[in-house]
């Protein structure tokens, strides 16, 4: 049973994609590139801590799916960002795939989440 948001999949997943984001931020020209990385943490960040408001607001269910939705959508930034990485080589492939492979899973998970609420509403 959940009881707290920290007990959600997606939350979980979400944990772990700012850690991915975060360890790379620091890395090569990546590093340098402050506005860049500003906006990838925040992306991250956001996905997680939206969750996180989204299931604080669980007394309503249409208030909480905005949340989660806005959770997915910062997945969708996150790997967004994950191509001016690609292309400005900031990073190599393989740490850019497994970013865009865990954004995807906190995504798919947050809208299994969102399906889950509107078949129980």
Known sequence: MVTKFEDLECWQAARQLVKLVFEVCDEGKLARDFDLRSQFRRAALSSMNNIAEGFGRRKSPLEMIRFFDYAQGSCCEV???????????????????????????????TLGFIAAVRRNS
Do not use: G, H, M
């Open 79 to 109: 790997r967004s960002i994950t191509y001016v990485l690609e292309d400005r080589n900031y990073l190599d492939l393989e740490k850019v795939n497994t970013i865009r492979d865990q954004a995807e899973r906190v995504k798919a998970k």
